[in-house]
C-alpha cells in the first residue's frame, strides 16, 4: 500500500465526489432503499459486500457504480441525476488513467513489460463509494472489517482518517497516514497472483473515529476483465517457482464470494 500525490486528479474533482457523495448518503432511507443493490447485481445501494462473512454489522453503507450510475441515480433523483453520474464518471475516467500508468510501472518491477502485458491492461473496474457515519460510541464498532481488496489495484480517496493496514510481520494494525490530496494505492489479491507473491495483496479495515463527523470514502478497484485467466509471473532473475496456479477471473471471484481472505489459499501450489 502506498500514497500518490501530483497524480492529475485535481483536487477539485475530489471534492466534488465527496460532496456528491455525501449529498447520496444524506437521502433518507426509503430513497436510498430504491436504489437497493440486488441479491445477483453488483451495483447500487447496500451494506458491505463481505458482511455476510461477519456476525457483528458495520457502521457502513456503500453505493457500488460500474460505468454510468444513471439507472440508479435516477431512483434516487428523478428530475436531477446527470450532475451526479457527470461527476462520477468524470472521476472514473481521470483514476482509470492513473491506474493505468500505475499499473505499467508495477508491471515493469515484475519483467512484465512485453506488448502481451501491455494488451493486458484493459481494466475492468468499479467505483464504491463508502460512508461511514457518526458514531455514539466508535470504539464499539468497526466500519469495514478486515479484508483484501480482490482486483489488481485499488485507488482510494478518503475525506478523514479511519483506513488502517495489517502488517503480516508485526502481526499489528496500523493507521494509514490521512495526507489530504494524496491517493491510496493497494494491491489486490489478482496482483499478487500476478507477481507471484511479490506485490502482497493489502489486508486492511476501517475504522470509525468520530462521534460527529461522517466519514466518505471513494474506492476505485481495477483488475482483467473477468473472461481472462491470471497467470503467475515467474521472474527469470529470482528462479523461485510459481507459488500459485493460473486462475480465471471469474473462478476466483468465485472463490473468494465463498471463502474471502482465505480464496488465495485454494490456488496456491504445494511446492
Ligand atoms: C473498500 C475499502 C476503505 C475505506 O471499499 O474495499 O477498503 O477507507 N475502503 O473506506
Ligand atoms: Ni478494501
Known amino acids: 500500500m502506498f500514497q500518490v500525490v501530483n497524480h492529475g486528479v485535481p483536487s477539485s474533482l475530489l471534492d466534488e465526489v465527496v460532496s456528491?457523495?455525501?449529498?447520496l448518503f444524506a437521502l433518507p432511507a426509503p430513497v436510498k432503499n430504491?436504489?437497493?443493490r440486488t441479491p445477483e447485481g453488483a451495483t447500487g445501494y447496500g451494506v458491505a459486500?463481505?458482511?455476510?462473512?461477519?456476525?457483528?454489522?458495520?457502521?457502513?453503507?456503500g453505493f457500488t457504480i460500474m460505468g454510468s450510475p444513471a439507472s440508479h441515480a435516477r431512483l434516487?433523483?428523478?428530475?436531477?441525476?446527470?450532475?451526479?453520474?457527470?461527476?462520477?464518471?468524470?472521476?472514473?475516467?481521470?483514476?482509470?488513467?492513473?491506474?493505468?500508468?500505475?499499473?505499467?510501472?508495477?508491471?515493469?518491477?515484475?519483467?512484465?513489460?512485453?506488448?502481451?502485458?501491455?494488451?493486458?491492461?484493459?481494466?475492468?473496474?468499479?467505483?464504491?463509494?463508502?460512508?461511514?457515519?457518526?458514531?455514539p460510541s466508535p470504539s464499539q464498532t468497526?466500519?469495514?472489517?478486515?479484508?483484501?481488496?480482490?482486483?489488481?489495484?485499488?485507488?482510494?480517496?478518503?475525506?478523514?482518517?479511519?483506513?488502517?493496514?495489517?502488517?503480516?510481520a508485526g502481526l499489528r494494525w496500523s493507521a494509514v497516514d490521512h495526507v489530504p490530496g494524496a491517493l491510496t494505492v493497494n494491491v489486490g489479491d489478482l496482483l499478487h497472483v500476478l507477481s507471484n507473491g511479490k506485490f502482497r495483496t493489502a489486508r486492511h479495515r476501517v475504522v470509525v473515529m468520530s462521534d460527529t463527523n461522517q466519514r466518505v470514502s471513494m474506492a476505485c478497484f481495477y483488475g482483467p476483465p473477468v473472461e481472462s485467466v491470471v497467470t503467475p509471473v515467474?521472474?527469470?532473475d529470482d528462479g523461485a517457482p510459481?507459488?500459485?496456479?493460473?486462475?480465471?477471473?471469474?473462478?476466483?471471484?468465485?472463490?473468494?464470494?465463498?471463502?474471502?481472505?482465505?480464496?488465495?489459499?485454494?490456488?496456491?501450489?504445494n511446492n
Not at 459486500?49 to 453503507?61: D, T, Y
Request: hydrophobic fraction near 45%; aromatic fraction near 12%.
Open 20 to 23: 456528491e457523495a455525501t449529498r
Open 34 to 36: 430504491r436504489a437497493l
Open 49 to 61: 459486500r463481505i458482511s455476510p462473512f461477519f456476525a457483528q454489522l458495520m457502521w457502513h453503507e
Open 76 to 135: 434516487l433523483w428523478p428530475d436531477d441525476y446527470q450532475h451526479f453520474c457527470g461527476v462520477m464518471e468524470k472521476y472514473q475516467e481521470k483514476v482509470k488513467a492513473l491506474a493505468h500508468n500505475l499499473f505499467q510501472l508495477l508491471l515493469n518491477y515484475i519483467s512484465l513489460s512485453s506488448p502481451a502485458a501491455a494488451a493486458a491492461v484493459e481494466f475492468d473496474g468499479a467505483l464504491q463509494l463508502n460512508s461511514y457515519p457518526p458514531c
Open 142 to 168: 468497526i466500519g469495514l472489517a478486515p479484508h483484501t481488496d480482490t482486483l489488481f489495484l485499488t485507488i482510494l480517496h478518503q475525506s478523514s482518517p479511519g483506513l488502517q493496514l495489517f502488517d503480516p
Open 234 to 236: 515467474v521472474s527469470p
Open 242 to 269: 510459481a507459488v500459485y496456479r493460473s486462475v480465471g477471473v471469474k473462478e476466483f471471484l468465485n472463490l473468494k464470494a465463498l471463502h474471502l481472505d482465505e480464496a488465495l489459499d485454494f490456488i496456491r501450489l
